[in-house]
């Protein structure tokens, strides 16, 4: 028997707006110190620097004002799932508006702080249902915004990694909003119900085709806390790298996710 189709997660507009908010003020707050060397240095991505990364995350933000300022689609045509899949197409525009910014934006806070009041004003002027154009197809904006929750996420960890001692915060709805995104786009990359994958306290999906457990502790198991399976699934962290460094637990023949990640650029 095929597994039961899951409903689609739910997420509540005002918290994710919230979340969006606290974690871009989280890293505005951290690079607004940084030195000009600090902000020359290399990152994990390519050959981006510091400031061009931090250039970047304003296009969190005001991807969402680029994008109403599109036509409207006629009809929604994408789901908040096909979101992560579409991006990569993105990759060689996106790399050249980070380079671009960051040359026109000596002033990086004033950038960061620009976006941050139009992503605000567009918020509070359409309502969540109004369409957009996205790389994943025709979105609302309502879900568009929790797309912004693993963008902040995944950069604000890059940034982390890249200038020492920076150890920028993660807000908590943010990271539970991405987390979860992430933990359902696998379960449509590998539908099925043989593998539980559990990231404590904010996800668990099946995946995986084969033997479906009914009840009791299901026979392929991998657990990982919600940091590592952000990485796993952005390509940050390869499987085989958290298994060797006790990042994830796996068992069951039906336990290696390996293949199936990263799901994302």
Same mark, same amino acid.
């Given at each position: ?6 409903? +689609? ?12 908010? /606290? ?12 030195? /000009? ?48 899949? /579409? ?8 790399? #050249? ?9 000596? #002033? ?64 908590? $709805? ?16 590998? +539908? ?7 990231? +404590?306290?904010?996800?668990?999906? $099946? ?8 009840? #009791? ?44 990640? +990263?799901?994302?650029?």
């Amino acid at each position: 028997m095929p597994p039961a189709r899951r409903r +689609p997660r739910a997420y509540d507009p005002a918290r994710t707006r919230g979340a969006v908010l /606290a974690q871009f003020g989280n890293v505005r707050a951290a690079v607004r110190g940084l030195t /000009a060397e600090q902000l020359a240095l290399p990152t994990r991505l390519g050959d981006w620097t510091v400031r061009e990364l931090v250039a970047h995350v304003g296009t969190a933000l005001t991807a969402v004002d680029r994008l109403l300022g599109e036509p409207e689609p006629a009809r929604q045509d994408g789901r908040l799932l096909d979101w992560p899949f /579409a991006i990569d197409a993105d990759a060689d525009a996106i790399a #050249g508006t980070a380079r671009r910014l960051a040359a026109d934006h000596p #002033g990086l806070d004033a950038h960061l702080a620009d976006a941050e009041r139009r992503f605000t004003e567009r918020l509070d002027t359409h309502p969540g249902s109004r369409l957009l154009p996205t790389s994943g197809g025709a979105l609302p904006l309502a879900d568009y915004v929790v797309t912004r929750t693993v963008e902040l996420v995944v950069h604000t960890d890059d940034l982390t990694a890249a200038v020492p001692g920076l150890d920028i915060p993660l807000d908590r $709805q943010a990271l539970a909003a991405a987390t979860r995104l992430l933990a359902d786009a696998l379960a449509v990359k590998a +539908p099925g119900a043989s593998t539980e994958v559990r990231i +404590p306290p904010y996800a668990v999906v $099946q995946c995986v085709e084969g033997p479906r457990h009914t009840r #009791g502790t299901p026979p392929n198991v991998v657990e990982t806390d919600p940091l590592t399976w952000v990485r796993l699934a952005t390509g940050r962290l390869t499987w085989e790298d958290a298994v060797a460094e006790a990042k994830l637990s796996a068992s069951g023949e039906r336990a290696d996710l390996g293949a199936l990640l +990263p799901l994302l650029g």
